[in-house]
């Protein structure tokens, strides 16, 4: 099953990627621009497709290369037509051109995925060929060109970003969410470094809670307990934080995927499919906004939104990737949960990539799924996750990879993190292909 739902995903980064310059449509919605967080995943996908036979070595080094030679050539400035500024990257960009898309910011997270992608690559393709030096010059050079204190803007955290119609973003990365990663590579960089300050800055708004029978770390979207996971294995390593409490954040993922089932379980607002073996409240869409009757009772639902347990919003929309990309913190009972979207809610039935972002089971209108409302798309953000989750779980593959990476290590201990692989005694291990 496994193996199956990992191949049919990857299909998505087959089919749409533009292979003149490797940029990955955001979703599968008509005339969509590509996302710079798909093309991240991507990149960091490709080693995991050679090793499971889903895409021969070449073909992934001719994509790789392809994807960094276009970051590296493209115009990076000021003026709104670029495609970057000061290393940094669009949250969206033309899927033709590479110019931003939609007068978007230029995103300081996605370009952290971006960049994480880039850097996996570098650690798998290792061969001393031509080509795969060239990647990893050009990974590195594209990690060191992120001019991470320009994008504090003077503050003590990180912006979420820029806009060259407006200046600096208002919003700062703090509290905990998907930021984590993003800090490590500001924190490792060698050129550009924030200050360690700017991390326990971020960490300060910290939230500490007991919810659906857990206390962990509180975040309400299952996503943000996931992405920068899927770089970095934090077993057994510890910040200040995580050392107070005694876990670490693998431990606070694993509670947080609980969580989640047990809100589920209980059900507050009773709605339909919410079970033992349905559950994954997360970012994505839903079949809003709107405002329906159903069963006497008055449902709002709501579209694109960071659907979160236990304070909401909720509307009765589950993200079943979002169930698998904690497969690594909780196979128990993720695994039933695949087995049930699967073989008996059949959403990956006559889908060409795997599952689709989110369904609803409540939602009166249910074309093509006796089961409930299916979104209508695919999305490139919510591919990448399962690929390298499911890998993550079965091999170790994608964590192996990045613990060689120097920069994500001294990040990771500037941040104050030591313990398991970063303990002086650690030697970091780096994945050699035999394919």
């Known amino acids: 099953m496994l193996d199956q739902l990992q191949k049919k995903t990857f299909a998505y980064f087959l089919h749409e990627t533009n292979l003149e310059n490797g940029l990955v449509r955001d979703r599968t919605k008509k005339d969509c621009p ?11 996908s490709y080693p995991v497709a050679v090793e499971r036979g889903f895409m021969a070595r070449f073909a992934a080094i001719e994509r790789t290369l392809t994807t960094l030679r276009f970051f590296w050539n493209s115009p990076q400035g000021p003026a709104p037509n670029t495609t970057g500024y000061h290393g940094f990257y669009y949250h969206f960009l033309d899927m033709r051109t590479g110019r931003r898309a939609w007068q978007c910011e230029l995103s300081t997270v996605d370009s952290a995925f971006l960049l994480a992608g880039a850097l996996a690559a ?13 990647i990893r010059r050009l990974a590195d050079a594209l990690y060191q060109r992120a001019d991470w204190q320009w994008a504090q803007d003077g503050g003590a955290t990180i912006t979420h970003g820029w806009k060259p119609e407006s200046g600096f973003i208002k919003y700062r990365w703090q509290g905990y969410d998907e930021a984590l990663l993003l800090y490590f590579l500001a924190l490792g960089s060698p050129a550009h470094p924030s200050p360690k300050s700017s991390y326990a800055a971020w960490a300060s708004t910290y939230k500490w809670e007991h919810c659906c029978g857990q206390d962990y770390l509180y975040a309400g979207p299952l996503f ?11 077993r057994d390593i510890q910040d200040a934080f995580m050392r107070k409490k005694g876990i670490d954040y693998f431990e606070n993922s694993r509670r947080a995927t609980y969580a989640q089932q047990k809100y589920a379980i209980d059900n507050p607002l009773k709605f339909e499919g919410y079970a033992r073996k349905c559950w994954g409240l997360t970012a994505g869409v839903g079949p809003g906004p709107a405002t329906i009757k159903v069963n006497g009772i008055e449902r709002q639902f709501f579209g694109y939104v960071g659907r979160g347990v236990p304070y909401g919003p909720d509307d009765g929309t589950v993200a079943p990737w979002a169930a698998a990309a904690s497969l690594p913190f909780a196979p128990e009972i993720v695994l039933p949960a695949l087995d049930y979207y699967i073989r008996e809610v059949k959403l990956t039935q006559r889908n060409p990539y795997g599952f689709k972002e989110s369904f609803n089971a409540t939602y ?21 996750p399962i690929i390298l989750m499911i890998e993550n779980y079965r091999s170790g593959l994608v964590w192996q990879l990045m613990r060689g990476c120097p920069y994500l290590a001294a990040g990771l201990r500037r941040a104050g993190f030591d313990g398991g692989w970063l303990g002086p005694r650690s030697t970091a291990s780096r994945h050699v292909s035999t394919r």
């Open 34 to 44: 590509a996302s710079i967080a798909a093309t991240g995943l991507a990149l960091a």
């Open 122 to 134: 570098g650690m798998y393709f290792t061969a001393g060929t031509p080509d795969e030096d060239e």
């Open 224 to 234: 943000t307990h996931q992405l920068s996971h899927a770089w970095i294995d934090f």
């Open 364 to 384: 009166p209108e249910k074309p093509g799924n006796p089961h409930g409302w299916v979104s209508p798309w695919h999305c490139g953000l919510n591919q990448g």
